[in-house]
Nanobody, 115 residues
Framework: QVQLVESGGGLVQPGGSLRLSCAGSGYSFSFNVMGWYRQAPGKERELVALIAAGGLTNYADSVKGRFTISRDNAKNTVYLQMNSLKPEDTAVYYC?????????WGQGTQVTVSS
């Protein structure tokens, strides 16, 4: 079965940085799309960033210029480098992967930005 395992979340001060990683397994080909969503308390889950197998990326306006998504297709791993973190970035971050119309999700990792 497909599994997505996130790592790298934690507590960081405003202006700090974190790097999230998500390793996919259980699929012999590269996922069509991998990426990150987040959900803050009381809010809907929202797109953070996506990256296709060919390298095309898409970012939420709120993170452009601060976050960078990348992937290693051979390892089915996606990364999210988060710089200049703000308190509004506090959320549970979920790894996402898609194969055709089938979607997979990780369990989520907490990112807390606070002084």
């Amino acid at each position: 079965q497909v599994q997505l395992v996130e790592s790298g979340g934690g507590l960081v001060q405003p202006g700090g940085s974190l790097r999230l990683s998500c390793a996919g397994s259980g699929y012999s080909f590269s996922f069509n799309v991998m990426g990150w969503y987040r959900q803050a308390p009381g809010k809907e889950r929202e797109l953070v960033a996506l990256i296709a197998a060919g390298g095309l990326t898409n970012y939420a306006d709120s993170v452009k210029g601060r976050f960078t998504i990348s992937r290693d297709n051979a390892k089915n791993t996606v990364y999210l480098q988060m710089n200049s973190l703000k308190p509004e970035d506090t959320a549970v971050y979920y790894c996402h992967a898609r194969v055709s119309a089938v979607y997979y999700w990780g369990q989520g990792t907490q990112v807390t930005v606070s002084s």
